[in-house]
């Protein structure tokens, strides 16, 4: 009888795949890396979701810009947020992290950022160069998460953010809109505020995010609330709702559930399995459907400069978000 001897599997077929690209979901079934895997910063699926997202809170800056001609912005902001967690606070759990950080997340995300946006426009600026100023949070979310979760930044995503960072610029000066000073400082402020927020999210880590999301919204909402009855007329907001108009509910509506419930939720998901820095440069790719619906909705000005700052951003997300995992070349027993 002859002898059986089991064969060593090939290199060329075990497991390319490291114990946390596996639990990230890039690895098939086979335990290999596709190329297209190699060089996402996601899986595909959860980089389209991103998109999606991404498209919703471009959009968003119109809808505000047309929200707060019918109604005064704080108002916006507080109906947005409460209409984003009422009634889905009775439906949804509390949430697995502890309350000081979902007040936090919702003083940051929803109070601070969205009031200040909200003043911005109401100012004057324009819905595309807020939807461009704002991404200096992608400036401020790296950093952030440096200091509070020791996440290094790559150096593909430092050049990635001067070239995309340089597009924003590029858009801006190609605007030509007379902006104050005081308006682009206030949006400066709530990109702070938005860089603070994607990293207070992350500290929740890997928790159901829509109740963690939820209830932040519903905390963020009633600062909001008793900011505009104190600066915006008390009893006198009583006449926008006497009845109100249809544009204007289905514009709350838009702000309270595609771009606040379900984007923000999925963001807080996104971030809680990967790191800041694949996930924010995402959001450069806000001003270019920032100012595809501002040009198409409003009437804003697009001239040559908006598109070659546009290329700009585009290959900076791009150099921001790839992230190159060398090829594993099977070793040769044999020399």
Known sequence: MRGCSLSPIPSAQRSHCRPDDRQRGFCDRAGRLSVLQRVLPMPLREVLIALVVVAIWGFNFTVIKLSIDELPPLLVAALRFFFAAVPAIFFV???RAPWLLVAAYGLTMAT???????LALALGMSASLASLTLQMQVMFTIPIAFFMFGEVPRRLQ??????AFGGIGVIALG????AELVPLGIVMVAALFWGIANNLSKRAGAIPMLPFTVWGNF?????LLLLSFTFEGGPALLSHFTPPSLSAVMLIAFLAYPATLFGFAIWSW???RHSAASVAPFTLLVPVAGISSGVLILGEPI???????????????VLSVIRIKPRQVPLNPGG
Request: charged fraction near 5%.
């Open 175 to 178: 605007q030509g809109v007379g």
């Open 219 to 223: 905390i963020g909402a009633i600062p």
């Open 303 to 317: 001239h040559a400069m908006d598109v070659a700052g546009g290329v700009l951003i585009f290959i900076g997300l």
């Open 270 to 272: 996104l971030l809680s």
């Open 112 to 118: 601070a950022l969205y009031a200040l946006l909200n």
């Open 158 to 163: 430092l050049v990635g953010g001067a070239v």
């Open 93 to 95: 759990p509390r949430p």
